[in-house]
C-alpha cells in the first residue's frame, strides 16, 4: 500500500545547485502533479502530466523541470536552486478522467522540505 | 480563471464544541466538485469531504459535514464534537470535472485549526 512516495523528506541546497524530487506512484494513475506549499499561499501548482510523455506548465513553473517517461515516476528538476525555492512540495496523484465523485480525490506523498541557503 | 478564498487564517476552539470554517470561490462554471482537505502536523494531505456542484444536499462524514451554497459560491465545513486530533490546517478546494482535458485542484490558503483540551 506505497500510494504516493517522495524522495527526500527534507533537503538543503546551496544557492545555484540543482536537485531532482522523486515522485513514484504505484496505483496506475494517469494524472500526477506538482506543488509547493509556502505560508499563507496554499498548494500552488508548477507542473503536472495527465500520462506518459506529456506534461504542462501549472501556475509557478519558472525554475522547474518535469519529465514523464513512465506511469509511476514524475520527477521534479530544480535547475539552479534559488533562496525563493525554499518552499514544501508535494507531488500527487489522481485518476485522469473524473466523471465520477468517486474518482476525483488526488493523493498525495508526503512532502518535501526544501532550503535554499 | 478560478479563485478559492478562505478568509479566516486561524481558529481555535475548546475540544467538544463545534467549529466552522469558510470558503467561497469563484468561478463560472455550473459543474464541479468542492473539497475540504486536512493536513495535519504531519503533513500529510488528507481528504476529508467532497462535494458535487450538481447536488443540493450538502455531504456528509461522520462528524464533519459542509454547508453548501451554490449561488452565493460559499462551502463551509462544520466539525461537530471537535477531537484533538482535528488540530490541523484545513484546505478548501476547487476542480472542474476532469472529461477530455486536464483539469486542476485550485487551494485556498489555508485555516490553521487548533483544538485545546
Known amino acids: 500500500n506505497a500510494g504516493v512516495t517522495q524522495t527526500p523528506k527534507f533537503q538543503v541546497l546551496k544557492t545555484g545547485q540543482s536537485m531532482t524530487l522523486q515522485c513514484a506512484q504505484d496505483?496506475?494513475?494517469?494524472?500526477m502533479s506538482w506543488y509547493r506549499q509556502d505560508p499563507g499561499m496554499g498548494l500552488r501548482l508548477i507542473h503536472y502530466s495527465v500520462g506518459a510523455g506529456i506534461t504542462d506548465q501549472g501556475e509557478v513553473p519558472n525554475g522547474y523541470n518535469v519529465s514523464r517517461s513512465t506511469t509511476e515516476d514524475f520527477p521534479l528538476r530544480l535547475l539552479s536552486a534559488a533562496p525563493s525555492q525554499t518552499s514544501v512540495y508535494f507531488c500527487?496523484?489522481?485518476?485522469?478522467?473524473?466523471?465520477?465523485?468517486?474518482?476525483?480525490?488526488?493523493?498525495f506523498g508526503q512532502g518535501t522540505r526544501l532550503t535554499v541557503v | 480563471a478560478q479563485t478559492v478564498t478562505q478568509s479566516q487564517p486561524e481558529m481555535s476552539v475548546q475540544e467538544a464544541e463545534t467549529v466552522t470554517l469558510s470558503c467561497t470561490y469563484d468561478?463560472?462554471?455550473?459543474?464541479?466538485?468542492l473539497f475540504w482537505y486536512k493536513q495535519p502536523p504531519s503533513r500529510q494531505m488528507i481528504l476529508v469531504i467532497r462535494q458535487e456542484a450538481y447536488k443540493q444536499q450538502n455531504a456528509t462524514e461522520n462528524r464533519f459535514s459542509v454547508n453548501f451554497q451554490k449561488a452565493a459560491k460559499s462551502f463551509s465545513l462544520k466539525i461537530s464534537d471537535s477531537q484533538l486530533g482535528d488540530t490541523a490546517m484545513y484546505f478548501c478546494a476547487f476542480m472542474k470535472p476532469r472529461y477530455s482535458s486536464a483539469s486542476k485542484i485550485i487551494f485556498g490558503s489555508g485555516t490553521r485549526l487548533s483544538i485545546r483540551p
Open positions: 496505483m496506475n494513475h494517469e494524472y
Open positions: 468561478t463560472s462554471e455550473n459543474n464541479y466538485y
Open positions: 500527487a496523484s489522481s485518476l485522469r478522467y473524473s466523471g465520477r465523485a468517486g474518482n476525483t480525490e488526488a493523493f
